[in-house]
């Protein structure tokens, strides 16, 4: 006879999967602060295998296509709290947030 059935009782992998580009994942790459005019900014490397949406740079107002390496850019001093802050995080390309 059989298979035991117990092959199945370790379906403890219940854990729901987030969305794949799970913001909390890229967040624990190579985050640094930076301040520029005055405000505190969170910024975010993003690598070419990551990116992949097209993204609009604030700094240009061209287009960061995907698999460009760029950077994500939020506030951490926003009234609004950390999570507001995250929301409205851009996109840049490195070059239009070095100069920006
Ligand atoms: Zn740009």
Redesign the pocket.
């Known amino acids: 006879m059989g298979r035991s059935r117990s092959k199945r009782s370790a379906s403890r992998n219940q854990r729901e999967e987030r969305s794949h580009d799970s913001f909390d994942r890229l967040v624990q790459g190579f985050r640094r602060s930076e301040t520029k005019r005055g405000r505190e900014y969170s910024v975010q490397p993003v690598s070419g295998q990551r990116a992949v949406k097209v993204y609009t740079?604030p700094?240009?107002r061209?287009t960061i296509e995907t698999g460009t390496p760029h950077l994500v850019v939020w506030r951490e001093d926003g009234i609004m709290g950390a999570e507001a802050d995250l929301a409205a995080r851009r996109h840049?390309?490195n070059r239009?947030w070095t100069i920006a």
Do not use: A, D, Y
Request: aromatic share 14%; with cysteine.
């Open positions: 740079c700094g240009c061209g840049w390309h239009c």
